[in-house]
């Protein structure tokens, strides 16, 4: 038995006598959400369950030094704060009261990054432990980017940063750490048709943006299927479309929101030129002209291949199975950090149910013991950046 090996059992035994409160702290951190940039209350909240001073990041976000008992560059751990405006309904006693809930699993992440990092304290880690209380992982503008951005990063000297995100894709007992690119970019976009409304019985002296922003919807997915490798994939989808006041009444502009989102910088450029000329070709058609405008979110999320493989040993100790192949079409600011430093992503199954809510519904609820798996899993990032 090595020394990280002997550490490694004795840091998971201690984080499962910090279960309970942890759990505790979820259940209060879950009833009492904050939306993407007020999440000040939250993040105290976390300071004070950490029983350590930390500095202001990102405005409403903190990072918090936990020293280490020998020299070498500083790991971080990463939580995210905000919650989402979904409006719960699973009905447990904790559950939020607001129009805001934990519906991806942020709670569940907030109290594992807390239990491992008390438990750090008690057991002592080679290396310093940053723990990152990370704001706006949900939103734009990304708080992942503002810590990159803001030196703190270097000023620690962080070279690895390690994240566990619940995933209800994968069996419960499973952790899925895959090297290379695992979650995909993202690009925010907002179309606006203008035509010509008027009497929905006259539809010859229109011209109907409702009926070129439903061709628009349906033409964008052949970006996926004729403009991008399908060996790598794209996913172009439509969230939010807004047009007209009443059922006899065209009106003289449509709107929609979507995102793209691929696997592969090199495809962003070719994509995002197809989309325009998708938009706008398919509005001159109708008869109408389209504005569009495109917000960039978040890069490709690649994993570092060394770290990944040091983990998959960690995990395998720590009794979890290994998933090498769960990649998806989801997107994380996590992102940010991998360009930045060393990265590592891995996803915590919770029980790849047929059926069961997934990310963002309003009834996804982790079970409680989420809390130690993501934690144990945070202990075999740290480990295996010690290690490589």
């Known amino acids: 038995m090595t020394e990280l090996d002997e550490l490694q059992d004795r840091w998971e035994a201690a984080v499962e006598a910090e279960l309970p409160s942890a759990i505790e702290l979820r259940h209060r951190v879950h009833a009492d959400p904050r939306a993407s940039g007020d999440e000040e209350d939250t993040a105290q909240v976390l300071v004070e369950a950490l029983g350590a001073d930390g500095v202001r990041v990102a405005k409403t976000g903190r990072a918090v030094l936990f020293p280490g ?11 995210e704060l905000d919650a989402l405006p979904v409006t719960e309904r699973t009905g447990v006693p904790w559950a939020s009261e607001t129009s805001l809930m934990h519906a991806c699993g942020h709670d569940v992440h907030m109290a594992a990054l807390v239990a491992t990092c008390r438990a750090a304290a008690v057991v002592g880690v080679p290396r310093p432990l940053l723990a990152l209380l990370q704001p706006r992982e949900e939103t734009s503008p990304s708080g992942a980017l503002d810590i990159v951005e803001s030196g703190v990063l270097a000023e620690y000297g962080v070279e690895t940063v390690i ?51 439903s061709q628009i919807v349906v033409s964008l ?8 490798d399908p060996v790598f994939g794209a996913v172009c989808s439509v969230g939010r479309i807004e047009a007209g006041t009443t059922a006899n009444v065209v009106p003289n502009e449509a709107r929609l929101s979507g995102s793209l989102r691929l696997m592969r910088a090199e495809d962003r450029d070719l994509a995002l030129e197809g989309l325009a000329e998708v938009v706008h070709g398919t509005a001159k058609a109708h008869g109408c002209r389209a504005e569009l405008e ?36 989801g997107a994380d600011d996590f992102a940010h950090y991998c360009g930045a430093t060393r990265g590592l992503m891995m996803f915590v199954g919770l029980g790849d149910t047929a059926g069961a809510p997934s990310l963002h519904d309003e009834l996804f609820l982790p079970p409680d013991a989420a809390v130690g798996y993501v934690a144990r899993a945070l202990i075999a990032g740290y480990l295996a950046a010690v290690e490589g």
């Open 163 to 213: 994240g566990a995100h619940v995933q209800p894709r994968l069996a419960a007992g499973v952790v899925s750490a895959v090297p290379g690119p695992v979650n995909a970019s993202t690009d925010e976009f907002d179309v606006v048709v203008r035509g010509q409304g008027g009497h929905a019985g006259y539809p010859h002296l229109l011209r109907d943006p409702i009926l070129a922003l």
């Open 221 to 228: 997915q052949q970006l996926a299927s004729r403009r991008v």
């Open 294 to 329: 495109i917000s960039p979110c978040e890069p490709v999320l690649h994993n570092d291949a060394g770290l990944t493989q040091h983990a998959h040993r960690r995990l395998i100790r720590a009794g979890a199975g290994v998933d090498l192949d769960f990649r998806s079409f």
């Open 69 to 79: 008992t020998g020299p070498g560059p500083a790991v971080a751990l990463r939580t």
